[in-house]
């Protein structure tokens, strides 16, 4: 009896110390670097489908090299490049190979424009010749070999070039480029950055012709931005931006003869052509895809373009009452039938279409969603895809036969999995991760599944945070206006029912997003614990019009957006209020962009609802942001006013009650500072008090040296100052 009280009480001071050692999380260590994810570099899949390749640096002398791997071993088996052995060039920061991985394009002096876009000094290394070429004498965009790699074809200056890798000449293929004016081949800063396309050419499949997308910006209105910088001057950076219901680029679609040097117009005014968001070549050297907006964006076309006449057909025509999204998804299969992704039964799924665009089949099915289509393989005859199977939150690895038969589990643990699959669908690296665990990355085989090996798996960060005081992420439904809608909550490590605590809600809430998920959550999910572990209990709530619950979930806020979320995060934290742990009188809410549009809306109209409210970047008014991203959820506002303006919350600022703290970055080219300005002036004009903050020269994502740190204790502050 004495020997197990004696054990019990050494167990009690065990517990007692550990529960001492662990310690409550920082803003210092978030933003300092002190939380380090391990992630795998990124590895490029070789055709033989058994090795990837990767960029090395050798950190004494920072040489660069393309060493090759083993997908099963993870052994180094060969160096394909040396930057030492290059003569002319000491290093370079980027490589792609061409298709038969005969020659690779090295990239050097890199620097960013908008969102995806870059320029940069690129050069071409022949590994059979031994030979190093540069493509050209100043910096250029979006250089890409045919699939002979005896050329490349790049932007520069708004125009088109192509160099002859074996001649060395350069021949310019359009002449009518001109800054803020006519763009070939690259896309305008509005199709980069709704429609993530920067490169708007493509090779066909013998490398005899180029086809392009040419933009006509000049009637788009100029945009401006100050810059403050270091310099006694400002600096003033203009650019097309066509904000909802404004011109935008007129586009046209072009090819080019190589042998002829000819330019061919290609006429598609039969079809819905105000947006050309993707071109690419079929396996036929003759048929060119492109598919096609009308500017509702409530159709896609397919459309199959005849490579020597410039004769144009329709393939495939996908319709919806609200909007269809554009995806990377197509597919073509050998004899040029293709796989392609729809909404249309309500559901995102795969179908199969044969060459001439008649549906074969539909190759998924069920009310789930497919959320990642990584491939077909030919050898098994099956389609590889990531979806919602195991549930919304969640996400699975699966493959099916292409006639839909044949479905097999490949990776469906709890949480959400992510593939990425060898050329030849031998093998696939799975990543993996919960609200628990930190990101995991094994390599399995791709026939069923089957673990080969852990790659990585974060364990001295796990070990790490086992260090601190945390709490579990609970997963909830939350009943409101008729819906389900999935939620999360956040407790203090010490939580007591009988005690009341203030709520914290963070949300982004945008179509087709997801914030609730059973995943990783990075750095914001660091702050939300450090909040919890002083007394505030977090809550997000996936509001109606965001993704992964079906098409008509998803689609339902068309022409209203911020009507039906607002009223679902009020009426959340109403539900919340109600319980006997959450002090209705303290509720506060936070978000980023669309985020931040939602919490200066909810603070506003649900005033005797939420306490104080923080806004990030928001939009204030749908008036304000580009044509593409506005228009496909709201149309245009010369058709719907009120859409537009009784959703903002520019026309909510005398319902203000409580605390209000707005921040933007005044160099956001995404959300304009404009957004933040105006309704700066709508509250000062309704004499509201609140409290604001402008980053200089910062971007949408305000970061950069302490920027963060200092956001995120401003908003600490302010939090717990007002909650």
């Keep these: 009896m004495k020997l197990k009280q004696l054990c019990a009480g050494i167990f009690f001071l065990i517990s007692v110390a550990v529960t001492a050692q662990q310690k409550a999380i920082t803003l210092e260590e978030i933003w300092g670097g002190a939380f380090r994810m391990e992630y795998l570099d990124r590895l490029r899949s070789l055709n033989n489908g058994t090795e990837y390749s ?30 030492k052995s290059l003569d002319g060039l000491d290093t ?57 790699a005896t050329k490349v074809a790049y932007g520069q200056d708004n125009n088109l070039f192509i ?86 680029a007129k586009v046209s679609l072009h090819i080019y003869d190589v042998s002829s040097e000819e330019i061919q117009d290609v006429d598609l005014t039969d079809f819905d052509t105000y947006y050309i968001p993707r071109l690419s070549w079929s396996n036929d050297n003759n048929i060119l895809a492109v598919q096609t907006l009308s500017r509702k964006q409530n159709a896609v076309s397919l459309i199959f373009v005849d490579g020597e ?36 039964d309500g559901w995102n799924h795969i179908y199969h279409y044969d060459k001439n665009g008649k549906l074969k089949n539909q190759v998924t099915s069920g009310n789930w969603e497919v959320t990642s289509y990584y491939g077909y393989d030919k050898k098994t005859d099956r389609v590889f895809y990531q979806s919602t199977e195991n549930g919304s939150i969640n996400r699975g690895v699966y493959s099916i036969t292409l006639n839909g038969k044949g479905k097999k589990e490949l990776s469906v643990e709890k949480g959400t999995n992510s593939a990425d699959f060898s050329a030849d669908f031998t093998y696939y690296i799975n990543t993996f991760s919960d609200t628990e665990t930190p990101y995991v990355f094994t390599l399995h085989n791709a026939k069923n599944g089957k673990l080969i090996r852990t790659i990585k798996d974060n364990s001295a960060l796990k070990e790490q945070l086992s260090g601190y005081t945390l709490s579990q992420k609970e997963f909830i439904t939350v009943p409101v206006n008729g819906e389900e809608l999935n939620a999360y909550m956040i407790k203090p490590k010490d939580f007591d029912p009988s005690k009341k605590y203030p709520l914290f809600m963070t949300q982004y809430s945008g179509p087709g997003s997801q914030s609730v998920a059973n995943s990783w ?84 109209q649900g005033a005797d609802t939420f306490e104080m409210a923080i ?108 909650l």
């Design 615 to 722: 806004a990030v970047a928001p939009v204030t008014s749908w008036r304000f942001y580009d044509t593409i991203y506005t228009e496909r959820y709201m149309g245009v506002p010369q058709e719907n006013a009120n859409g537009y303006d009784e959703n903002s919350p520019l026309s909510h600022v005398n319902e203000l009650k409580g605390k209000f703290l707005l921040v933007h970055g005044s160099a956001d080219d995404n959300v304009h500072l404009q957004n933040t300005m105006r309704l700066v002036e709508a509250l000062v004009q309704a004499n509201k008090q609140f409290d604001w903050a402008i980053y200089p020269d910062k971007n949408h994502g305000i970061y950069g040296g302490n920027t963060r740190l200092h956001l995120f204790t401003k908003m600490t502050n302010f939090i717990k100052e007002n």
């Design 92 to 148: 370079f920061s980027g490589y792609t190979f061409s298709k038969n991985e005969g020659k690779v394009m090295l990239s050097t002096q890199v620097q960013s424009i908008y969102r995806r876009s870059t320029l940069g000094v690129y050069f071409v290394y022949d590994f059979a010749e031994k030979t190093l070429t540069q493509v050209a004498d100043k910096p250029i965009q979006e250089p890409t070999f045919p699939p002979d």
């Design 309 to 344: 006449t410039g004769k144009a057909r329709l393939a495939v025509r996908d319709e919806d009452a609200a909007y269809v999204d554009v995806t990377d998804n197509l597919t073509f299969l050998e004899d040029n039938s293709f796989i392609w992704t729809s909404e249309k």
């Design 54 to 83: 990767l960029l090395q640096t050798d950190q004494a002398t920072q040489a660069k090299s393309i060493d090759v791997y083993s997908y099963k071993t993870g052994e180094k088996v060969r160096t394909l490049l040396d930057s």
């Design 521 to 604: 959550g990075g750095s914001n999910d660091y702050w939300f614990q450090m909040l919890a572990q002083e007394g505030i209990i977090i809550a997000c709530v996936d509001p109606r019009g965001t993704g992964f619950k079906g098409r008509d979930f998803k689609k339902m806020t068309q022409n209203e957006l911020g009507k039906y979320e607002v009223e679902d995060q009020i009426a959340a934290a109403q539900f919340f209020g109600q319980k006997d742990f959450i002090d209705a009188s303290r509720i506060g809410i936070w978000g980023w962009s669309y985020g931040g549009f939602m919490a200066a809306n909810s603070l506003f």
């Design 163 to 248: 160099k002859d890798l074996a001649t060395g000449e350069t021949t310019q293929i359009t002449q009518d480029g001109e800054n803020n004016a006519i763009i070939n081949g690259i896309t305008d800063w509005v199709y980069e950055e709704e429609f993530s396309l920067v490169r708007a050419f493509d090779w066909s499949k013998n490398g005899n012709k180029l086809a392009f997308i040419r933009f006509d910006e000049r009637e788009v209105p100029q945009f401006s931005m100050d810059v403050m910088g270091q310099e006694l001057y400002p600096e003033q950076d203009v650019f097309k931006y066509p904000k909802a219901g404004e011109a935008n």
